[in-house]
């Protein structure tokens, strides 16, 4: 039976720690993970802004380092179902329709509250050190 595979949230992308440890837990053949480019663009924007220290280049670097070392990570052709979703930020509609397309089981992310319960999701809650499972 294959790993299951989870779309990973622009907001579980942008810390390096997390980044780093999802992307191991990838390599070790925990699950596939799925993005965008949308969701590549997403984390490294706010990552800018946060630290305008930093390099576009370098970023740009490690979004494709990510797209090399894991195999059929880019999911693509899925805007078409942007239009038909409903969440409570339009802006995340992007990432379910990523995972619709993309044939993933999960979102992996901490933002609860930009997906209802009828998403599969798997939360990170950093500050309270947790990760839920949370299936409907």
């Known amino acids: 039976?294959?790993?299951?595979?989870?779309v990973l949230d622009a907001c579980v992308l942008y810390p390096t720690p997390l980044?780093?440890?999802l992307l191991w837990l990838a390599l070790s053949g925990v699950y596939r993970?799925?993005?965008?480019?949308?969701?590549?663009?997403?984390?490294m924007e706010s990552l800018l802004k946060d630290r305008p220290?930093?390099?576009?280049?370098r970023l740009e670097r490690t979004k494709?380092?990510?797209n090399q070392a894991v195999p059929?990570?880019?999911?693509?052709?899925?805007?078409?179902?942007?239009?038909?979703?409903?969440?409570?930020?339009?802006?995340?509609r992007h990432v379910l329709a990523a995972t619709i397309h993309g044939g993933a089981e999960l979102i992996v992310t901490y933002n609860l509250a930009d997906f209802p319960?009828?998403?599969?999701?798997?939360?990170?809650?950093p500050k309270?050190?947790?990760?839920?499972?949370w299936l409907p």
Not at 1 to 6: E, K, R, V, Y
Request: aromatic residues 6%; contains cysteine.
């Open 64 to 66: 494709d380092l990510m």
């Open 19 to 21: 980044r780093d440890l």
């Open 117 to 125: 319960s009828s998403a599969l999701v798997v939360v990170f809650r």
């Open 128 to 133: 309270k050190k947790e990760i839920i499972r």
């Open 72 to 92: 059929d990570c880019l999911v693509v052709g899925f805007e078409g179902l942007i239009a038909g979703l409903s969440l409570p930020d339009p802006e995340d």
């Open 33 to 43: 993970p799925r993005w965008t480019e949308a969701i590549h663009t997403e984390w």
């Open 1 to 6: 039976m294959p790993a299951p595979a989870a």
């Open 53 to 57: 220290d930093l390099a576009r280049d």
